[in-house]
């Protein structure tokens, strides 16, 4: 396709009940592209953000990772999984607090083992450990009935521990025994007097506190298996709703642009053409024929007519000219109706980086790259799948011209035998290649053939220099913008002039001369470069003819007049970078192949042998990657203010559909 596909507005209005299950059909079908975000939330999105929150904060306990975005086969949720969500966050929530209880427990009892331990050989009397920096110590009477109860009031604040016979000694933090002794009191505690002189900490206090410990993390030791076992039970559930959830909130934030009543949303976007019949169909299907569509031309539309609204463009190609749709819309992506330069970049970019970078070998090595990145090669490098085509492509590019130069792996022995065969079979003038980019590296080369084939890529440069300005012309009798289209310096009149200096260049370089016949050339498109805007304003009956005056109407005829030179002189000489790069790869290789040679040559032994192998690899690899990527910016280059500065003065809106998940890498 020359022309981005036709589009329609559509109009869909769609009761309230089922506004879900139409937005998640077009977030599926990925077919209507909504306006800009408004911002704003739909009155549900707040719950929505709690619950994925809960959920995020679960998985987090968890060491589990929530997808970021909507899975291909989630589902809109609805009660089950809310109430699912709710019982899997409870879940998680009360082992979260029993291990916070659990880790408080046995660093508490920790603490109080290591200094009673401290103390536990001190010859020292029992009372006077009460006045300890960090014990506080009761001994005393307790009902086995509420000794229970008081360790559950004291929590964290304080250790009791049974001494048989219904004796239990306290044991809690200096700063708190105060509060000690008051809940001790309400459980009619009944103090036991330590006989005067007893000496140290009783073994029955270690003992227990020693229990007490090894209890708290045998706690935490089945804690820590139950927050594994809930992890590998709950991990594909979690993730299926936190999913889920997110496309509820994806449809709440769409929903919070459209125009809506309480019962009754209107949902309007594009979507292309030949879409639209197959999106009536099934959204008559899914909603029992609940939904009205209503579609209209973009001429329909007065936002369009007037333009204050752009139709969004969407190109549709086969899987080569495909991959090259990033060059352009990095650029920008082109009006809609216009022409559509993908399939002329897919070529160019081909052709121009086959000529920089010819070499049998490392042709085959980026063609092998491209096999190993697409849909049938390694999974590993499935993720770069989008470069796929584009490297087969120039791959085979470089593996043809390097057939011509007669390169393999920088190596130029290789293929001179059949190139001979074939030169001499079609012309019987046997040579070592077909294409000298080289004189030197022959005997009897002549730089004359270097000469050609600079010719040779300006000619190419002409070629796309013409064809962006034929383009130009093309959209602006589209737009009817007929004074850019004709009188403009890349219109009809900058195309005229820039062919009949280019004829008159041809004819001098193959032995003509110029003609005064050709000033009346060359005058006719200056005069209309110049006096266009005026000649326009004639035709068009406008007044004033000279809209800003006359002097500055001259001032910028002449200034006009010197850039479209300057342009076009510097857009066609730039094209001999494209001989400069396929030189300097040619450069490259001979000093690798030769240096190479030499290290191999007889005498040297394995050691040379050796070397010259390596540095053959080192110096392959090497030019591939980083001449690799210099060819590639430098094609981009070319395309990018050589070819799309004619024609892309105003670019329009990619087409990008309401989906749910992020736009697959193709």
Known sequence: MIRPRKMKRIELTVLKSDVNAVIEYLGRREAIHFPESRGGEGKDSARIRDILDTLRAAAEFLALKLPAEPEADSVMPGETEEAQSEKICAAVEALKNREIEAVKQRQRVGETFSEARAFSNLNAPFADLDQLSYLTLRVGRLDPKSQLELRQTLSDRAVIIPLGENRILAAGSRKGRFALDSELKKYSFEPIAIPEGYQGIPAEMLHGLEGQLKAAEKELAEIAAEKERMKSEAAPDMRRLAASWLMALAAEQLKAQFTATENIYLLSGWAPEDMVPAIAADLSKLSAGRVAIRAYKPDDIPEVRDGTEKVPVSLKHGAFVKSFEGVVFSYGAPLYGTIDPTPLVAIFFTILFGIMFGDVGQGFVLFLAGLLTSKRGLKSFARFGKYSSPLIAVGIASMIMGLLNGEVFTMEELLVAPTRMITAAITGDPADRILTIMPLAEKGGS???????????????????????????????????????????????????????????????????????DFAGLFFPVFCIFFGPALWRCIAREKPVFEHGIMTFIMEGF?????????????????????????????????????????????????????????????????????????????????????????????GVEFSPFRFRKKAEQ
Do not use: D
């Open 447 to 517: 730089v004359k053939k270097l000469f050609y084939f600079f010719g040779f890529t300006i000619g190419i440069g002409v070629i796309l220099n013409s064809l962006g300005l034929i383009i130009n012309i093309v959209n602006g009798c589209i737009m009817k913008k007929y004074e850019s289209a004709f009188f403009s310096k890349t219109g009809l009149a900058g195309l005229l002039l820039f062919w009949y200096a280019i004829f008159i260049a041809l004819r001098c370089v193959f032995g003509g001369r110029f003609e005064y016949a």
């Open 559 to 651: 200034v006009e007049i010197l850039e479209t030179a300057s342009t076009y002189i510097s857009n066609t000489v730039s094209f001999l970078r494209v001989g400069a790069f396929a030189l300097s790869h040619a450069v490259l290789s001979y000093i690798v192949f030769r240096f190479s040679e030499e290290l191999a040559r007889p005498g040297t032994g394995p050691a040379g042998s050796l070397s010259a192998l390596l540095i053959m690899i080192f110096g392959n690899a090497l030019i591939i990657v980083l001449e690799g990527m210099i060819v590639a910016i430098q094609v981009v280059r070319l395309q990018y203010y050589e070819f799309f500065s004619k024609f892309f003065t105003e670019t």
